[in-house]
Structure formats: C-alpha cells, structure tokens
C-alpha cells in the first residue's frame, strides 16, 4: 500500500517557523522525487518545492526562494519542509506528493497526501 502521510501544521504567527514532514511508504523512495504542493482558499494549487532522493538535487518557487528548505532522510524515508520567516500569504494546505522519475517537475504526480494545514497570522 503506497501511503503519504503530511504532518507538522500548524497555527504560527508571521515570522516564525515550522517545519513539516511527508512519512512515505509502500514505494522504493529513491525511484520517485517528492514534490511539496500548496493550495490556499479560492487559489490554485502550486508547487513549492522538491527534491530527488537520488541525487540530492532541490528545487523552490520563487515565492518561497531563501525562506524554505527542502531535505531528505532517506533511511526513513521522509522528506522535510523547512519553512522560517513565515507570511501570511504562505497560508494554506500543503501537500507533498511522489513523482515517478528521478528528475523534479511539478506535474504527473503518482501518489498524494491529504495535507496539513499551515496557517500564518498577522
């Protein structure tokens, strides 16, 4: 059974931290690249970051470039959001999500999580 679990959400005022975490299973972690999505109300869903186990190599939206940080433990096989210096705007559901492929890219998702919530205040 192949199964993403988000956790880590949360409530934090602006200018702070949290950091979530995406707990895979039922798949050989090192074929896939994982991929952090966000989705706020009455939005579309946007990719915000990703990484391939494989070979280490990290992506970011521009939004979120210098504030977020994606990493791996591979030996768990979870992968981690960094996110400091929190924004409002940043407010939303976030999803991670495996892709088939070893290259990073924010479309053809294979499996998704159900999110957690990330709320940011003023």
């Known amino acids: 059974e192949v199964q993403l679990v988000e956790s880590g959400g949360g409530l934090v005022q602006a200018g702070g931290s949290l950091r979530l975490s995406c707990a895979a299973s039922?798949?050989?972690?090192?074929?896939?690249?994982i991929v952090w999505f966000r989705q706020a109300p009455g939005k579309e869903r946007e990719g915000v970051s990703c990484?391939?186990?494989?070979?280490?190599?990290?992506y970011y939206a521009d939004s979120v470039k210098g504030r977020f940080a994606i990493s791996s433990d591979n030996a768990k096989n979870t992968v981690y959001l960094q996110m400091n210096s929190l924004k409002p705007a940043d407010t939303a559901v976030y999803f991670c999500?495996?892709?088939?492929?070893?290259?990073?890219?924010?479309?053809?998702?294979?499996?998704w999580g159900e999110g957690t919530l990330v709320t940011v205040s003023s």
């Open positions: 039922g798949f050989t972690f090192d074929d896939y690249v």
């Open positions: 990484i391939s186990s494989s070979d280490g190599r990290t």
């Open positions: 999500a495996a892709r088939a492929s070893r290259v990073c890219r924010y479309y053809n998702m294979a499996y």
